[in-house]
């Protein structure tokens, strides 16, 4: 069973940046497929970025150049560094992870509100 809590979140002018973390507990992240998604209001989750075990990351589209996803194993951690951001980024951003080989991620975080605008 793995625990996620997001942190970080919130209100920043267009072209700012953001850094978002996850806190994890119950298992360590670097065990684990860690990833962040997005949602916002009437649409469908976004894939952002996601870490696998070994520490490969790969990106969304929307989002790829502008974010870098790591882990902090010493403190457990998920991290999101966000740079350059547009109003298109607003969303609640939601932590999630998954076992080795899973085709799902099955734990998630509450999510953590980003707001771009000036």
């Known amino acids: 069973q793995v625990q996620l809590v997001e942190s970080g979140g919130g209100l920043v002018q267009p072209g700012g940046s953001l850094r978002l973390s996850c806190a994890a507990s119950?298992?360590?992240?670097?065990?684990?497929?860690m990833a962040w998604f997005r949602q916002a209001p009437g649409e469908e989750r976004e894939f952002v970025a996601a870490?696998?075990?070994?520490?490969?990351?790969y990106y969304g589209d929307s989002v790829k150049g502008r974010v870098t996803i790591s882990t902090d194993n010493a403190k457990n951690t998920v991290n999101l560094q966000m740079n350059s951001l547009k109003p298109e980024d607003t969303a609640v951003y939601y932590c999630a992870a998954k076992r080795r080989f899973a085709s799902a991620y099955s734990y998630w975080g509450q999510g953590t509100q980003v707001t771009v605008s000036s």
């Open positions: 119950g298992r360590t992240v670097s065990t684990y497929d």
């Open positions: 870490i696998r075990w070994s520490g490969s990351p």
